[in-house]
């Protein structure tokens, strides 16, 4: 039998999806999966592309079916199963063949994995995948970690089977070992305020204006023609739009408000705070999930404390309003944008990957879960000033922020007056105003500092004296 180019192990949604992908793109590809029944299910379900597929029901099977040098991608649960199969994998491959890991790895794990794998004659990638389970299957976002000559080597499979933006592939080679999953997990963080921040503005429609699903349906829907239009935009416009068929009530509000997670956002906020670069709109976004969390308690929150502020919002131009929530959210992204992209900038240094900034906006423009028109805009900006410290003093988003900030203080103000949460805007909102201040008041946490720990501080007049004359210091309080 003709050998297979590629194979893949792992036929959840994703791996199955992206199988689907790859033969339809004319690459003839060797599959397995754990369980052998979900093996026979994709290749009925295959159809027409069953001709590229080689089904096979063991690992040496499967190995034996690839032409090597062999490209093997795993699709598997994140974590401890692919360490697992990485050192089953061992046992079965040869010098040359490279192990490709999509999923949603830590990049601390991708580094170990890397490094282990250095003596052993394969070679291993680490590949971020993004679009759910519609991008694997048509186009996902491919963030690249690995050697430069390793990535050659399957480069055009995987633009093969990418996203294109104006005809641009979205998969690019980002730096060695750990840095196609780190730029994934930060994709993911940004995700996580994105969402957070659309969920923010609804709960402001739903509760402050007291609009019906299908309305705040109506205004995304609307929203997703203007600068906002995003795939995030798009899906909160459908789904806020659909009925459930049960009840025919608005599907969103049978829903329970417990948001999950599977650990990207946190490690973004994570690394984030282990490299001091502040990423408050990914934090806050990440924080309002675990509070989401906490339902049962929430609800007995309520009955003891009640709720806060006025409740309402009465806008004096409800027209006025809705308009001001739109730019509201236009800044509150360019925030969480912009941190991303600085605790990427960090990153690379931390990690010596020179990431390509205008690169990573370039792919991320179609394709994954944060796909949007702006991402075009950020490319650009990063390509006008590639040194840029961030990105929010590019000519372009500074002259965006000064156009936005306005609203977003308006929207913040309205929201915290009628009690509505807003973490992840009025952390942005809160980003901004900090960011751009010359002088803070970090002055007076240097003096309380060297008051209770004499830590010394530095003086505006370059005297040389780090220490406050404070003496026993309480005495007249
Ligand atoms: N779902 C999504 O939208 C996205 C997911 N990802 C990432 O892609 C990866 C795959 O995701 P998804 O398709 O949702 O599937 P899951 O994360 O649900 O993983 C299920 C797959 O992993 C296999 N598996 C689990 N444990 C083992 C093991 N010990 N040894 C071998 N195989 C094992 C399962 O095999 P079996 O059938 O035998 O149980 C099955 O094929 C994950 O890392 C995920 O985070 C990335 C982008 C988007
Ligand atoms: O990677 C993805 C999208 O880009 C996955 O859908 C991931 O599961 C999203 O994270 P979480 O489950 O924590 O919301």
Redesign the pocket.
């Known amino acids: 039998m003709e050998k297979a180019e590629i194979g893949l192990?792992?036929?959840?949604?994703?791996?199955?999806?992206l199988a689907l992908n790859i033969a339809e793109k004319g690459n003839r590809i060797a599959v397995f999966?754990?369980?052998p029944e979900?093996t026979d299910t994709f290749v009925v379900e295959a159809g027409a592309l069953r001709e590229h597929i080689v089904p096979t029901k063991s690992l040496e099977e499967f190995v034996a079916a690839i032409r090597p040098p062999r490209p093997v991608i795993?699709?598997?649960?994140?974590?401890?199963?692919?360490d697992?199969?990485i050192a089953t994998l061992r046992n079965h491959l040869s010098a040359g063949d490279i192990i490709i890991?999509?999923?949603?790895?830590n990049f601390r794990d991708t580094i170990r994995r890397f490094e282990g794998l250095k003596d052993s004659g394969l070679t291993f990638i680490g590949m971020?995948?993004?679009?759910?389970?519609e991008?694997?299957r048509h186009g996902?976002s491919i963030m690249v970690g690995g050697t430069e000559a390793s990535y050659k080597r399957v480069e055009k499979v995987l633009t093969s089977i990418s996203a294109k933006f104006k005809g641009e592939d979205c998969c690019a080679w980002l730096g060695e070992n750990g840095a196609g999953h780190f730029v994934?997990t930060i994709h993911n963080g940004i995700e996580y305020a994105d969402m957070q921040m659309i969920a923010e503005i609804y709960g402001i429609l739903r509760d402050g204006l007291g609009l019906s699903a299908k309305e705040c349906s109506d205004i995304f829907g609307k929203w997703n023609k203007s600068r906002l239009e995003s795939y995030l935009i798009e899906i909160s416009a459908a789904v806020l739009k659909a009925s459930d068929p049960i009840t025919g009530k608005p599907m969103v509000d049978l829903i329970v408000d417990r948001a999950g997670q599977?650990g990207?956002g946190k490690w973004s906020a994570i690394e984030a705070q282990n490299m001091g670069v502040p990423a408050t709109a990914i934090e806050a976004a990440v924080a309002a999930r675990s509070l989401s969390s906490f339902k049962i308690q929430r609800e007995a929150a309520e009955k003891i404390l009640g709720l806060p502020g006025e409740g309402a919002i009465k806008p004096a131009s409800r027209d006025a309003f809705i308009a001001d929530l739109e730019m509201a959210l236009l800044a509150g992204k360019i925030g969480a944008y912009a941190q991303g992209f600085a605790v990427m900038a960090e990153a690379s240094k931390e990690f010596g990957w020179s990431l390509p900034m205008p690169d990573i906006a370039k792919i991320w423009r179609a394709g994954c879960?944060i796909r949007s028109q702006f991402l075009d805009d950020i490319t650009s900006a990063f390509r006008a000033m590639p040194d840029a410290s961030n990105l929010i003093i590019t000519p372009a988003f500074s002259a965006m922020v000064k156009e936005t900030d306005g609203a977003l203080r308006r929207v913040v103000a309205a929201a915290v007056t009628a009690g509505l949460p807003v973490p992840a805007l009025a952390s942005a909102l809160g980003y901004f105003d900090s960011y751009r201040r010359g002088r803070g008041t970090a002055n007076l946490i240097q003096a309380q500092r060297d008051f209770f720990g004499a830590h010394g501080f530095d003086r505006i007049d370059g005297v040389d004296k780090h220490h406050g004359p404070w003496g026993s210091g309480l005495a007249d309080f």
Request: cysteine-free.
């Open positions: 192990i792992g036929l959840a949604v994703m791996g199955s999806n999966n754990r369980t979900k795993i699709m598997v649960k994140a974590g401890e199963p692919v697992e199969l890991d999509a999923g949603n790895a971020g995948v993004s679009g759910g389970e991008g694997a996902p994934k599977k990207t879960i």
